[in-house]
């Protein structure tokens, strides 16, 4: 199957701070998605991008399909950020999403 | 719109003891999966139906079973509990496969003991 890593496993910001979060695949995709995890377990959809740039609010995503690799930028941190960031990434005609480990954000304020 | 539904949110059963989770899809997708993610770690594939035939099964022993109804909603069953059942079991719906964008439900939190 398809292997998925991110890192950094855990980050540590000061309120107001802007972080990158990397997430590499081993195979190519035709389904890349970044979800928030809160406290209670939910998974929150971010994006869905396969491919390109896409924007919302301070949260921005890149994913750069031909080198299997995607990027989750935050801006200007707030302490409602905090908790866990999964990448994952599925493939036709496979039904499955493959994860990785997470990143863990704490956001000081 | 709704989103995913799942039931009950929270279970507590005994070793060797049987559970079934529950599923409402978002409606109009007619794909469910399943996940397991015990804590620490990223969620693991269990199953995965698209009109009601199993499509996919990741690496789980046959205890684990599923089935999806004609309204898409699906259920997952647990026989013989073991200790390492527990785990937040998360149901995701999307339109077909994987392919398309995935959106989970809130989860059904199991500890056995």
């Known amino acids: 199957g398809i292997q998925v890593e991110q890192s950094p496993p855990d980050l540590i910001l000061q309120e107001g701070a802007n972080s990158t979060l990397r997430c590499n695949f081993s195979?190519?995709?035709?389904?890349l998605q970044w979800f928030h995890q809160n406290p209670w377990g939910q998974l929150i959809n971010l994006f869905y991008?396969?491919?390109g740039t896409k924007q919302n609010g301070r949260l921005s995503a890149t994913t750069v399909a031909t080198e299997r690799y995607s990027l989750l930028y935050i801006s200007s941190s707030q302490t409602t950020d905090s908790g866990v960031y999964f990448c994952?990434?599925?493939?036709?005609?496979?039904?499955?999403?493959?994860f990785g480990a997470g990143t863990t954000v704490t956001v000081r304020a | 719109d709704a989103g995913v539904t799942q039931s009950p949110t929270h279970l507590i059963k005994t070793r060797g003891q049987h559970v079934t989770l529950r599923c409402s899809p978002i409606?109009?997708?007619?794909?469910v999966s399943w996940y397991q993610q015990v804590l620490g770690q990223g969620p693991q594939f269990i199953f995965q139906?698209?009109?009601?035939?199993?499509?996919g099964r990741g690496n789980f022993p046959d205890r684990f079973s599923a089935r999806q109804f004609p309204n898409y909603s699906s259920e997952l069953n647990v026989n013989a509990l073991l200790l390492g059942d527990s785990a937040l079991y998360l149901c995701?719906?999307?339109?077909?496969?994987?392919?398309?964008?995935?959106?989970f439900g809130p989860g059904t939190r199991l500890t056995v003991t």
């Open positions: 995701a719906s999307s339109f077909r496969d994987a392919s398309y964008e995935q959106y």
């Open positions: 195979d190519s995709v035709n389904n």
């Open positions: 991008i396969p491919s």
């Open positions: 994952a990434v599925g493939l036709t005609p496979d039904y499955k999403l493959s």
């Open positions: 409606s109009g997708h007619k794909s």
């Open positions: 139906y698209y009109e009601k035939e199993e499509r």
